[in-house]
């Protein structure tokens, strides 16, 4: 079409480089000699570019189809920016008015218009597939192309319409674009366009810069994501939440640890989502809590860090929002929580949708949950999903690598696996054949008589554990693959079937085990890190204290309190309201002589403090907390009260007690002047006067029948009002 140097003279005059990036150049001639184009370039690659270079060339308009109504404006301002000439680049979508419409069909006809970007719904209403019928169109860029296909990580029904419209407006080329797509979802999108004659340009997906780490998700991870960030001072980073509470919730965490943090996801209107991003872009905030729905606009090319708060749907969703940091080439730290629960509530979350969804739901799911137990090179494995060979046996960014697991010999394992997939006929999943090698006798297992066959349970004695690793790292390794029609069917490959008749040494590493851990939220105050004199020396003053104010000891402090100021030795009044059960009213009243004493301790010991204790955590309840109080002030009966906020009365009580306990002052004797005898909660009264403890077992021993366990719990929240706040 044109010679080289004409191509380059071309992208120097409307972009200003020098020269392409990676198949940029042959992509766009490809374009150019009107074939039908495949694109799979990892974010950050310079995608756009194959599009809008041909289509400011050739004749006619080009079309391209986008599910981002912010990235649309973002690229028309973009090319209209580079002429002088407005009306370069146009887009169609449910934002415009009947006025901007008629404007982009005149310049459109006027021919000033190469470039219309697209809404795949705009698309196929009426008014606008005639009057595009009238159009020269140059050819068709599908961007997003993985949105067609229901393997892909963000499908999209109206999508699926694009080729029928197409033949409708008129034939054209071609080029579909897509960050991120297995063999699977290639195909997929290729069939469904109609273009399986479409060159196909493929760049590696190999990021070098990312440090991919796994960690396991704890109660402790709000904390620790305050520290990583702390260690990271003024870089930028998003992390990203499934909820939009668990957004709320984070961004408002780490605000109050002084981090400038913002929360986005869809339910905020535009007009703050625009101007976070914006924010963002600035620098004026550093760090982005977010659904999914965040970056997909945003092209800053800075990001240190992607923190996945939650375990993503799928591999594809992942690497993509991973492949939000370090465009610049510089570091990028890609860290993901993981826990099994999580994998869990997601597998619920499908429920209710179709059953063939479902399925493909979970082998996705499954495919994350292999990425994140895995001790394989995880640049391995991600490359490996998405079709890549890594040949590299240690890619020395990842936590995999930094801290490789011993390898264990698994020749007979991975024979026995072999021979199972072949005599069950290739035709089954992961699961079932770990079950049939397991001798489990599961109902499709005997459905299938497969039960009957002699190699079932050929693998009982074997350690259980191995199985998942074996068969994963059999299919990196190129002995077993996953079929692309069928997907999830194990199928042998020639190597396999290689192996099975001449076997060799096999070395695979164990996967990482991800326990949940299932401690209460007192876990701070116990294990190892109890400094047991500072605990001995806080009992003695509680003691001293309480004796004083002739008080029982507990009314002062708890012991769990106690436990968990000789864990962090908070040193401030504001320190020590992080502690459980210390509200700012008991900080006030008690709290000076403990601080002190914690103070001189940690002094004349050279204690190192845990920096930790300065994570203030933002109380979910605190709203909940602060609708009891105000009715209680307002003198609401406790069972009103209990059912206004859909509480069982007992749950009303937890959180009366906790109110409580942290030091507030609250007056319930209208409550219970009204159900309760007044004997009654003098004996209570007393008793609590004298006892050493608050236990309510011991109470209830104690007392006797003839009180019940919400009078006892009444007078003791009565009794911790009056005396101790």
């Known amino acids: 079409m044109s010679n080289d140097m004409n191509l380059t003279q071309k992208l120097k005059q409307y972009f200003g480089f020098d020269k392409f990036k990676g198949d940029q150049e042959a992509i766009i001639r490809n374009v150019l000699e009107g074939k039908n184009t495949f694109v799979l370039m990892p974010t950050g690659g310079g995608k756009s570019l194959c599009y ?32 002088e000439e407005d009306g370069l680049a146009h887009y169609l979508n449910s934002s415009l008015n009947k006025a901007a419409i008629d404007q982009v069909k005149a310049d459109i006809t006027a021919g000033k218009t190469k470039l219309l970007y697209v809404a795949p719904e705009s698309l196929t209403k009426d008014e606008y597939v005639d009057f595009l019928k009238t159009c020269k169109i140059s050819f068709y860029a599908i961007d997003e192309a993985h949105c067609i296909s229901e393997w892909g990580h963000d499908f999209r029904p109206e999508y699926r319409r694009i080729r029928p419209i197409v033949n409708e407006i008129g034939e054209a080329p071609i080029i579909a674009l897509t960050a991120t797509a297995t063999d699977k979802v290639r195909t997929d999108i290729k069939k ?74 869809a339910g905020l209107d535009s007009a703050t989502r625009s101007a976070t991003q914006d924010d963002f872009l600035m620098e004026s905030i550093d760090v982005i809590v977010a659904t999914i729905a965040f970056g997909m606009g945003i092209d800053k090319p800075d990001v240190r860090f992607v923190i996945h708060y939650d375990i993503p749907k799928s591999l594809e969703g992942y690497y993509q929002e991973t492949g939000r940091a370090g465009r610049d080439g510089g570091e990028g730290k890609c860290i993901a929580f993981y826990s099994y629960k999580d994998l869990q509530k997601l597998e619920k979350f499908m429920e209710g949708k179709p059953v063939a969804e479902q399925d493909i739901g979970r082998q996705l799911l499954q495919e994350t949950a292999a ?35 011993t390898k264990i010999e698994a020749e007979e394992a991975l024979l026995i696996v072999l ?54 790292q059999a299919i990196i390794a190129g002995y077993l693959r996953k079929d692309v029609e069928n997907y999830g069917l194990l199928k042998l490959t020639s190597a396999g079937k290689k192996f099975m008749k001449n076997p060799s040494p096999f070395f695979i590493v164990e996967d990482n085990e991800f326990n949940d851990d299932d401690d209460d939220d007192m876990s701070e105050g116990q294990g190892s890190a109890l400094d047991p004199t500072l605990y001995a020396m806080l009992k003695d003053l509680r003691r001293k204290v309480a004796k004083q104010l002739n008080l029982p000891p507990y009314v002062i402090f708890m012991d769990g309190s106690l436990e968990q100021m000789a864990t962090v030795y908070p040193v401030t009044l504001e320190e020590l309201q992080n502690i459980q059960g210390v509200g700012a009213g008991k900080a006030k009243k008690f709290g000076k002589e403990f601080v002190e004493l914690i103070k001189k301790h940690c002094e004349e010991n050279d204690v190192e403090r845990p920096e930790d204790l300065r994570v203030r955590t933002v109380a979910k309840k605190s709203m909940l907390k602060v609708k009891i109080i105000q009715n209680i002030d307002r003198q609401v009966a406790l069972d009103d009260i209990a059912n206004a906020q859909g509480l069982e009365f007992e749950e009303l009580l937890d959180e009366v007690e906790a109110i409580v306990y942290s030091g507030t002052k609250l007056n319930i004797d209208y409550f219970l002047e009204e159900v309760m005898d007044e004997d009654h909660v003098d004996d209570i009264f007393e008793y ?27 007078v003791r929240i009565k009794f911790l009002s009056d005396m101790a706040n």
């Not at 090179?377 to 590299?392: D, I, P, Q, V």
């Not at 992961?430 to 066959?453: E, R």
């Open 371 to 405: 990425y994140a137990e895995s001790s394989v090179c995880r640049r391995k494995m991600l490359l490996h999903y998405f079709g890549e060979e890594y040949t590299k046996d240690n890619c020395e960014n990842c936590d995999n690598c930094l801290h490789p697991k």
């Open 688 to 714: 609590f006067r004298e006892s050493d403890t608050d236990d309510l077992e011991t109470a209830m021993e104690e007392l006797g029948t003839d009180y019940s366990e919400d009078e006892v719990r009444l």
């Open 52 to 83: 809008q270079l041909p289509s400011l060339i050739m004749e006619g308009t080009a079309i391209v189809i986008s599910p981002l109504i912010a990235l649309m404006k973002n690229q028309v301002d973009v090319i209209n920016g580079m002429s």
């Open 192 to 265: 469904s366009l109609g273009i399986l004659d479409a060159v196909e340009f493929k760049s590696s997906f190999n990021r070098p810069n990312l440090y991919y780490e796994v960690r396991p998700k704890t109660k402790e991870i709000d904390k620790q994501i305050v520290k990583f960030i702390r260690q990271n001072p003024g870089k930028s980073g998003i992390i990203y939440c499934l909820s939009r509470k668990k957004v709320e919730e984070l961004a408002a965490v780490l605000c109050a640890n002084e981090i400038k943090a913002a929360p986005y996801h």
């Open 419 to 472: 021979k199972a997939v072949q005599v069950i006929k290739e035709d089954f999943r992961t699961d079932y054949v770990i079950d049939f090698v397991s001798g489990k006798a599961t109902d499709d297992i005997v459905a299938h008589k497969h039960d009957q066959l002699e190699e079932f349970g050929s693998g009982e004695d074997l350690n259980q554990k191995l199985w998942n690793p074996v068969i994963r």
